[in-house]
């Protein structure tokens, strides 16, 4: 059962969304040389104080062996997804950083990520920041009633392979609202025409997860932290996604870049 949101279920998301994209944009903005991922772990929870929000993964369990011990996820280079941050990782000139900021506001949720530069980044690494975002919207462009989630993971696996970019097989996109995790799961490689049917009220998180190398995960000792096995450098990029009867819209809009 894929739930479809209705009236004020569709104002709660949004405004759950808001929230999560501004904390998301807040804490990008504190992103530097130099600053470590304790600290912007730390901002990420006062910005959800500030505004009113819990984490939704703070001692969330059902990933790993241990309840999940940060706010936020962050994830440097090689790491992949659920990252923890850490007073001792420190950011240089030239990583890459992935945010995932997923929050509770009232009860509903909103998830979502992106892998940004610190400082300037090799001309490969910036390539594939292109590439996963714009797997993203070609994903999203299928986002679509009557259409099915396979067309969104074909969409998603079609651009990626076109680039001959890894696509991380071991996570999938999900559908959100109260609970973070919803059906269906999206997967970023898949048939068309194929899976469940998309309809109108459906909140769905896209969200490829790509490799400049393989896309092989390996699990760190923290019981969280998913690398590529490589060590190749992977990005990340998330939306939440409402399904109108016009088509998709990114609900995941930081306050600062809401249309008046
Ligand atoms: N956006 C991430 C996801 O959907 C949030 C994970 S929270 C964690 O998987 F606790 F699982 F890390
Ligand atoms: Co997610």
Redesign the pocket.
Known sequence: MIPIKRGEDIKHMREACIVAATVLDRMAALVEPGCNTYDIDQAGKKFMDELGAV??????R???PV??P?Y??LSINDEI??GIGSITRSLREGDIITL???IIYNGWIG???RTIAVGKVAPEVEFLLKSTEEAFHKGMQQARKGKRVGDISFAVQRSLDAHNLGIVRD?V??G?GRS??EEPQIPNFGRKNTGPRLAAGMTL?I?PMVTLGSPEVKMLSDG?TASTRDGSWSAHY?HTVLITPEGPEILTIPESQLKK
């Open positions: 984490s939704a993964c703070y001692n969330y059902g990933g790993g309840p999940y940060a936020t996820c997804v659920h995932d900021v997923a998830d979502n990520a996570f996109g999900h959100v973070m995790h998180c969200e969280w998330e």
